[in-house]
């Protein structure tokens, strides 16, 4: 046999092979293959994508760059950069652009987590943090939740020498639940300073205006923070990878250095940072999403259905008691041309989340879920 034919079956450290690879929502075109649909007809209601698309601002300023891709990208980000300094009244030395604010949580774990150490996350959150801590060998904290939210006290309590990293979304993904201010904050002051937190606030613009709180104050008062964001979610930005993270210097340093070059786009930079000055966009998405979480809600209740309340843009339901139940809802919904996201790779197998569209799509949603349940 020519040496170059190699026999080995399996490459890579067992931390490696042990990585399950990250399972997005069916898209549109595959689905529509695969249940002979039309494209048009289906609804994606699986990823927590905008329904509304995104600000024509965005499409506008990635025309004008359209040409400027010949070139790499701005490596630092300036622009972009320099208008959330302003918008978030913090220095643009404390932000760090990620393909997506992944970018940003594998960067955490990358620059703070060697195989040595262990992150910590709660059951039912961001599969992302999973993987991130498994991308690097370290050990994984799970901490179990407290009816499906994070259980904080539970967390700290849980903090060992090892505990190097936390991962904390607010709001939760995929339960869409919300810890106050309060909580958040004493959690923070009791988190040891040599333990770096990830806060994850990428449905931040989705959450009632009064349980709001400035998380940029927080970085300036705790030097081991990092709160990411990102313009996948409201912004409507997902398949242009962009999103951010805000830190202290010595923090924003170590992200930097285990960034990869280039990683974000001219035409991610150029939309994110057009559409940051669209609020009448960003308004308008709060409101269509809160008008669907009232049109899913009574539908739920009117289904017998529970569900979490959100404070994202999706919502966490309860499809049936038995383990076989949001794969079997899920594919009854498929066919009638609805794609929802399982979440039996979460530990959820009796559940369904269910992103928040416009009024017509969630009406085609609910539609399928009593066509579903009137016949079963
Ligand atoms: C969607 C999501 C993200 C961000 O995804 P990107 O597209 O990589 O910015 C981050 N955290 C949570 C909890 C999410 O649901």
Not at 203 to 232: G, H, K, Q
Not at 335 to 358: E, F, K
Request: hydrophobic share 45%; glycine share 8%.
């Amino acid at each position: 046999m020519p040496e170059h034919q190699s026999t080995q079956a399996r490459w890579g450290a067992d931390y490696v092979q042990a990585i399950s690879p990250y399972v997005g929502g069916k898209p549109i075109a595959e689905v529509a293959r695969q249940f002979g649909l039309e494209p048009g007809r289906i609804v994606k209601l699986a990823s927590n994508e905008n329904p509304l698309g995104m600000s024509p601002r965005a499409k506008e300023a990635m025309l004008a760059a359209l040409s400027d891709s010949t070139r790499y990208p701005d490596n630092d980000g300036y622009a972009l950069k320099q208008a959330l300094a302003t918008r978030l009244g913090v220095p643009a030395a404390w932000i760090t652009l990620g393909h997506g604010s992944s970018d940003l949580l594998e960067m955490a774990a990358r620059a703070l987590l060697t195989d040595a150490d262990a992150g910590m996350y709660a059951r039912y959150s961001f599969i992302v943090y999973t993987q991130a801590v498994q991308g690097v060998g370290a050990q994984h904290q799970v901490v179990p939740d407290r009816a499906f939210a994070h259980d904080l006290p539970a967390m700290l309590a849980a903090i060992t020498p090892l505990t190097k990293l936390i991962f904390v979304a607010n709001p939760n993904n995929p339960t869409g639940t919300f810890l106050s201010a309060d909580e958040l904050h004493d959690f923070l002051r009791k988190v040891p300073p040599h333990i770096a937190v990830v806060l994850d606030e990428a449905y931040v613009e989705y959450t009632l205006p009064e349980l709001r709180y400035d998380s940029m104050a927080w970085v300036r008062e705790f030097p081991n923070l990092i709160v990411s964001r990102t313009f996948s979610k409201a912004y409507g930005l997902a398949g242009l990878r962009i999103g951010y993270g805000v830190a202290q210097p010595a923090l924003t340093d170590v992200l930097n250095r285990v960034r990869s070059a280039f990683n974000t786009s001219t035409l991610g930079q150029a939309a994110a940072l057009a559409a940051l000055d669209d609020h009448d966009f960003i308004e308008q998405a709060y409101a269509v999403n809160r008008a669907g979480q009232a049109q899913l809600a009574e539908a739920f209740d009117a289904l017998g259905l529970s569900y979490i309340p959100s404070q994202g843009n999706f919502v966490l339901v309860k499809v049936g008691a038995d383990d076989g139940a949001g794969a079997r809802v899920n594919l009854a919904l498929l066919r009638r041309g609805v794609i929802a996201r399982p979440v039996d790779n979460y530990g959820l197998p009796q559940w369904l989340r269910i992103s928040v569209g416009t009024e017509a799509e969630n009406a085609k949603c609910i539609a399928a879920l009593r066509a579903h349940f009137a016949e079963s």
